[in-house]
Antibody, heavy 122, light 107 residues
Framework: EVQLLESGGGLVQPGGSLRLSCAVS????????MTWVRQAPGKGLEWVAA????????FYADSVMGRFTISRDSSKHTLFLQTNSLRVDDTALYYC???????????????WGQGTVVTVSS | DIQMTQSPSSLSASVGDRVTITCRAS??????LNWYQQKPGKAPKLLIY???SLQSGVPSRFSGSGSGTDFTLAISSLQPEDFATYYC?????????FGGGTKVEIK
């Protein structure tokens, strides 16, 4: 069974950091790009970051560029999102998702985890 | 960046109704458009990719159409389990922007 399981969320003060993880199983991790999408309370979906199948290419939303870093460990079948300099408006449910290809035109996000909550508050 | 505008933002409908949701891109994206369904407290689910291709396991009452800048998601006969929020998403370029969502509620 294909499964994505996020962890690492929590309550952090503005300016703080968290490292989110997404453990994957049920598919060949190294064949697909992976991505993070977030959803602020009561709001819509916002794409955050993506990483190619090999990990050699990364992509970021302007809102997190320079503060967040996406990475992956193929030996551990795990996707990461290092979040630094967190702001109140980063408060959201963070989902990891499997991409249908290697971050090419036409890709979709076909498998999603259940998300991990990040709350940034003083 | 390409902007995606969904309409309506919400609608009320009855079981058995035909429902349509539209999504407009700020520039042509060919057929690089995906649709997702999200139920309360759940992760989004891929329904349609490539504007009109049905994801495996999705009921045939869902269909997608359009090309260029204007796209439509249709539900031919609304079922109780279809009450949810629907999002379009472009897959033409980075960032893969989502539309603002359409909440389908019970009339």
């Amino acid at each position: 069974e294909v499964q994505l399981l996020e962890s690492g969320g929590g309550l952090v003060q503005p300016g703080g950091s968290l490292r989110l993880s997404c453990a994957v199983s049920g598919f060949i991790f190294t064949n697909y790009a992976m991505t993070w999408v977030r959803q602020a309370p009561g709001k819509g979906l916002e794409w955050v970051a993506a990483i190619s199948a090999s990990g050699g290419s990364t992509f970021y939303a302007d809102s997190v560029m320079g503060r967040f870093t996406i990475s992956r460990d193929s030996s551990k079948h795990t996707l990461f999102l290092q979040t630094n300099s967190l702001r109140v408006d980063d408060t959201a449910l963070y989902y990891c998702a499997k991409v249908t290809g290697d971050w090419t035109r036409g890709d979709a996000f076909d498998i999603w985890g259940q998300g991990t909550v990040v709350t940034v508050s003083s | 960046d390409i902007q995606m505008t969904q309409s309506p933002s919400s609608l009320s409908a009855s079981v058995g109704d035909r429902v349509t949701i539209t999504c407009r891109a700020s520039q042509s994206i060919s057929n690089y458009l995906n649709w997702y369904q999200q139920k309360p407290g759940k992760a989004p689910k891929l329904l349609i990719y490539g504007a009109s291709s049905l994801q495996s396991g999705v009921p045939s009452r869902f269909s997608g159409s359009g090309s260029g800048t204007d796209f439509t998601l249709a539900i031919s006969s609304l079922q109780p389990e279809d009450f949810a929020t629907y999002y379009c998403q472009l897959s033409y370029s980075t960032p893969p922007t989502f539309g603002g969502g359409t909440k389908v509620e019970i009339k």
